[in-house]
């Protein structure tokens, strides 16, 4: 059996290595449909969205003017701090107790995303870096991303590169729906996918290549992002400086 201090140093190696790690069964199948079911009321309308929680659309089905039932042509919901249910997992301990550690001390939150990947529109996510989208220095936030359905290589689940976390911010460019790194700066043979089942977690750097396919499956992709910063991250975009709740005592 494994002791906990050696699971904790393996981790750790990991999260050096490769810039990421995958933590089976974080969430149960129970919650997970309550989460799942939680999205699902704020994209289709059946629950009105709080003060702080917004909603985004597809971008193509958004230019067409094109409405999906029952949510289908949303991409994401933002703001979920302020969503009580969700609430419960950005600031649970079964998530802190990895990230207090990777941020050197007690997080704040950056942020907390559901993305939706609607079945057959959720549009593709290119390979991108999460740092140069985000203005706190230095680059070295970690994200923890849950599933709550099987996240598969129809329905866009996550590719990595394993180790480029290491090698600094590259060039991003701005496409019509997307800010990208262009191929020529990182081997798309290197591209790893992570096939997740639903409640399990990948906790990654926030220099590390990823990205996602779109969804050509009959089924959503719906999962939540929870980004977070530690005592030693500070803000350098435009003033006044946003307010990074503290989520761990």
Known sequence: MVSDVAAGRQVSEQAGRDGFFLVEGLVGADDCARYAARLSEYAGGRLAAPDGIRLQREPALDRSGEVRPDGGDIRKVDGLFHDELLH?????????????????GPPRLFRATALMKPAAVGSEKGQHQDSPYWPIEPMSLWSCWIPFDDATMDNGCLTVIPGSHRHG??????????????????????????????????????????????NTSGNPRRAVTMSYLGPGHRYTGTPPAPEYPVVDA
């Open 169 to 214: 911010a590259l060039p991003h460019v701005q496409t019509r729906d997307d800010f990208v790194v262009p191929a020529e700066h990182y081997d798309p043979s290197a591209l790893v996918p992570v096939p997740m089942r639903r409640g399990s977690a990948l906790f990654f750097h926030s220099l590390l290549l990823h990205g996602s396919a779109a």
């Open 88 to 104: 419960g997992l950005i600031t649970s301990e079964k998530v802190l107790r990895f990230v207090r550690s990777l941020v050197g």
